[in-house]
């Protein structure tokens, strides 16, 4: 699973940071280091909308306070169902 970040300078200034820094800490809690990897992104022509993410192939738009709720269902969800 590939995790992207967009690091524009737009979702930068909406804390694309903190949301990368947020997404490591959930993988390394997980121990989902071998099956995520966690890059950046330049700006995908939605700036106006949050800071955006894309999770294999879906786009969605975070705030830093939304991060461990789209973890649990996109990434975890789809990873560790059962948990
Ligand atoms: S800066 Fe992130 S979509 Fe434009």
């Known amino acids: 699973m590939i995790i992207k ?5 737009s979702c930068h200034l909406k804390g694309s940071r903190e949301v990368v820094e947020k997404f490591q800490d959930l993988i390394q809690e997980n121990k989902l280091e071998d099956e995520i990897k966690l ?9 106006q909308k949050g800071v955006n993410v894309t999770i294999d192939d879906l786009t969605i738009s975070v705030d830093r306070d939304e991060i461990e709720e789209v973890f649990n269902q996109y990434v975890k969800g789809k990873l560790k169902p059962n948990e």
């Open 5 to 9: 970040v967009c690091i524009g300078s």
């Open 39 to 47: 890059v950046g992104k330049f700006c995908m022509g939605q700036c």
